[in-house]
Nanobody, 117 residues
Framework: QVQLVESGGGLVQAGGSLRLSCVASGTISSIGVMGWYRQAPGKQRELVAS???????NYVDLVKGRFTISRDNPKSTVHLQMNSLKPEDTAVYYC???????????WGQGTQVTVSS
């Protein structure tokens, strides 16, 4: 069993920055890739960024150059540094963890990010 807890969301003006954090607990040795997803009302949840246990990263094109994902692997903690935020980034951001055998996906409760114009 894995539990994920996100923090760091909030309200920020366009052009500002936020840093999201996700702390995993439980059977953390079973965690492989971790990532951040976001979902705006009425829209499909989308992958924002992901990072493997070895540090390989992947980003959706819309956030490349603005967002940076990082990971403290021994502590199974992942961060998302978000710079140059745009109103279009407004969404609930969810931390995700894949099991090493890819049989399970774990989700955090979500943290709201609101970017005002």
């Amino acid at each position: 069993q894995v539990q994920l807890v996100e923090s760091g969301g909030g309200l920020v003006q366009a052009g500002g920055s936020l840093r999201l954090s996700c702390v995993a607990s439980g059977t953390i040795s079973s965690i492989g890739v971790m990532g951040w997803y976001r979902q705006a009302p009425g829209k499909q949840r989308e992958l924002v960024a992901s990072i493997s246990r070895l540090g390989k990263t992947n980003y959706v094109d819309l956030v490349k150059g603005r967002f940076t994902i990082s990971r403290d692997n021994p502590k199974s903690t992942v961060h998302l540094q978000m710079n140059s935020l745009k109103p279009e980034d407004t969404a609930v951001y969810y931390c995700n963890a894949q099991g090493l055998n890819i049989a399970m996906n774990y989700w955090g409760q979500g943290t709201q990010v609101t970017v005002s114009s």
